[in-house]
DNA sequence: AAGGTGACCGGCC
DNA sequence: TGGCCGGCCACCT
């Protein structure tokens, strides 16, 4: 409790876990939600730490455009595809069909 | 302490 | 939508 130097990667996955099932957000509205829009580029980095959680729905977290760009990232190639179809949710191209409509607006929570 | 990096975003053409 | 550039903020070496 201190040393609560990494409290903003904490913050990002309580965001993130607060995802919904077939629901997916941007790293933007992520960061948004927190206070810090500009910082977008940080969830992505508190993201890449995500993997050491296990409650971090990381494939649910695509860019604004709705590409799993950080697919790369996960421990395959199209796991993060296969985990947003098996949701329910339709890729095409690395990219999010519908984007808009699957498109899940994170609430700031205290 | 300073510089480099990054799973981004917004604007412009 | 796609490509390019600048900004912005925190983390890492």
């Known amino acids: ?3 609560d130097n990494n409290n903003f990667f904490e913050r990002v996955y309580d ?3 607060q995802i ?3 629901k997916v957000t941007s790293y933007g509205a992520i ?3 927190l206070g810090a829009a500009r910082s977008a580029r940080m969830v992505g980095w508190a993201m ?3 993997h050491l959680k296990e409650d971090i729905p990381a494939h649910r977290v ?3 455009k709705g590409v799993l760009t950080g697919k ?3 421990d395959g190639t199209n796991l993060m595809q296969q985990l947003l179809e098996s949701e329910g949710v339709k890729i095409k191209d690395n990219q999010i069909v519908d984007f808009d409509n699957h498109f899940w607006q994170p609430e700031v929570q205290s």
Request: hydrophobic fraction near 45%; proline fraction near 5%.
């Open 1 to 3: 409790m201190a040393t």
């Open 72 to 74: 790369h990232h996960f």
């Open 48 to 50: 890449n730490a995500s």
């Open 62 to 64: 695509v860019n604004r």
């Open 15 to 17: 965001v993130a876990r």
């Open 20 to 22: 919904p099932y077939g």
């Open 31 to 33: 960061a948004k939600a």
